[in-house]
């Protein structure tokens, strides 16, 4: 299986203030991905991150917000911006090695924000 | 995105009884079909897959049938045992994945 490292594993937050998620994946993934889960829910896909240029959002999700990088092929960051008790959530970074392929999920970072 | 609902949302089965749980989607060139089992605290992993050419797969105790003309798949699992509860997970796609609501298993000793 690919090996995904996240972190941090868990955080808790003031509002109006931001935290980011480092992903790092092993050389064979290709694609790499962001989703949310909220307590007791689906994984909801916040946006798929591309090497070297601006990620893709998927509906509901803005770059002002939740601001992505992905700086070389292993390594991405996902920023949660001005923080409010709704986006409290684990935040789950995936990464493929092509199409047709499954996706490796990291630990997850529990966020609370208070 | 793709839209993917999933049924039913929870079910309860005795020990050694069959479990099925339904999924379906929008959108016709999806073509990768995985399902994920989650356990609490845990990421989702991986359980079994289907491509769009195949209409059935079997893994031992589960499988999963495809009908790619009525865009619904399913995950069978037999012989259920107690460390089959978790939360299973549908999921559809070509370049990203979307999941589906997710079912809540849980098998009664």
């Known amino acids: 299986s690919a090996v995904i490292s996240q972190k941090p594993s868990r955080d808790i937050c003031q509002r109006g203030t931001s935290l980011t998620i480092q992903c790092q994946v092993d050389?064979?993934?290709?694609?790499m991905f962001w989703y949310r889960q909220q307590p007791g829910q689906s994984l909801t896909l916040i946006a798929t991150?591309?090497?070297?240029?601006?990620?893709?959002?998927e509906s509901g999700f803005v770059i002002d917000k939740f601001p992505i990088s992905r700086p070389n092929l292993t390594f991405s960051t996902l920023t949660v911006s001005n923080m409010s008790p709704e986006d409290s959530s684990i935040y789950l970074c995936?990464?493929?090695?092509?199409?047709?392929?499954?996706?490796?999920f990291g630990q997850g970072t529990r966020l609370t924000v208070v | 995105g793709e839209n993917v609902e999933q049924h039913p949302s929870t079910l309860s089965v005795q020990e050694g009884d069959s479990a099925v749980i339904k999924c379906t989607y929008s959108?016709?060139?999806?073509?990768?079909f995985p399902w994920y089992k989650q356990e609490l605290g845990k990421r989702p992993q991986l359980i079994i897959d289907?491509?769009?050419?195949?209409g059935e797969k079997k893994d031992q105790r589960i499988a999963v049938t495809l009908n790619k003309t009525a865009k619904h798949f399913s995950l069978h699992i037999t012989e259920t045992q107690p460390e089959d509860s978790a939360v299973y997970f549908c999921a559809v796609g070509y370049n990203q994945f979307y999941f589906g609501t997710g079912t809540s298993l849980t098998v009664i000793p």
């Open positions: 991150a591309n090497q070297g240029s601006e990620a893709t959002y």
């Open positions: 050389s064979q993934v290709t694609m």
């Open positions: 995936s990464g493929r090695r092509g199409l047709n392929t499954e996706a490796f």
């Open positions: 289907i491509r769009s050419n195949v």
């Open positions: 959108d016709s060139a999806s073509n990768y």
